[in-house]
């Protein structure tokens, strides 16, 4: 299950943004799901009732509205809402979160050093003209750099949460070095929103470890679930 999140995570761009690999994921849980009749399509389609409903709108009163763009998007916004709720329903416990954020991270890793040894398009964007302040920008297998920065940026989250959680010192070495490169990718890929939404997250997440702290006394730390969950 870790992996194939981990492979998803860091490889859906891989063919195109319109071909996101997590479309077609999405496709395939939502046969399992009419299979099995747990009827998260059906909720699924009740959560977007208001972009239908937008869309139907926007056929009626815009006559330069492009029908086929319409109704591919609404269907992309349906397939992120069912894959959003087909995880949250899913309750992954948090050593698999763990394993996923570790081994998104040394994809990372190996996608970065590769990277620094060969400045390809298809890992760089070697002539940015969006960024006026960075021409060179590192994008990896996403399709845009700022989705780099933000794809490292969720994974520093999650990697310091796991810290904050952790009692083994190996095991946050590990996350240390795993933050550090996620990080670097931040910065070479300059994604501005992704440092921003960054650095607002850890200050809050910080807020409420530090809130918790105060609350429970030293002995909060022992009360946290364990997290080794195999290797």
């Known amino acids: 299950m870790a992996l194939i999140l981990s492979c998803s995570y860091v490889l859906h761009e891989l063919l195109s943004a319109n071909l996101d690999l997590l479309y077609f994921l999405s496709l395939v849980l939502i046969f399992v799901d009419i299979y099995k009749n747990k009827r998260l399509t059906v909720k699924a389609l009740g959560y977007i009732y208001l972009v239908v ?3 139907l709108l926007q056929i009626v009163l815009n006559d330069q509205i492009e029908i086929p763009r319409l109704v591919i998007n609404v269907a992309k916004i349906f397939l992120n809402v069912f894959l959003f709720i087909q995880i949250k329903e899913s309750k992954i416990p948090l050593p698999v979160w763990r394993k996923m954020a570790v081994y998104s991270s040394l994809l990372h890793v190996f996608l970065l050093a590769v990277s620094l040894a060969f400045k390809t398009e298809w890992l760089w964007r070697l002539d940015e003209t969006v960024n006026i302040y960075q021409k ?4 990896l297998l996403y399709f845009e750099p ?3 920065s933000f794809h490292a940026a969720l994974l ?4 310091v949460f796991f810290v904050l959680r952790e009692k083994s010192g190996s095991r946050n070495l590990l996350h240390f070095a ?3 490169t996620n ?4 910065v070479l890929s300059a994604g501005m929103g992704g440092m921003f939404s960054l650095s607002l997250a850890c200050v809050v997440m910080y807020l409420f470890y530090f809130e918790g702290k105060l609350q429970h006394g030293p002995g909060a730390r022992a009360d946290c679930p364990d997290l080794s969950g195999g290797s």
């Open 53 to 55: 409903l937008y869309a």
């Open 183 to 186: 990080l670097v990718i931040v």
């Open 136 to 139: 060179t920008r590192l994008s």
């Open 178 to 180: 795993l933050i550090g």
């Open 146 to 148: 700022s989705e780099a």
């Open 156 to 159: 520093v989250l999650l990697l």
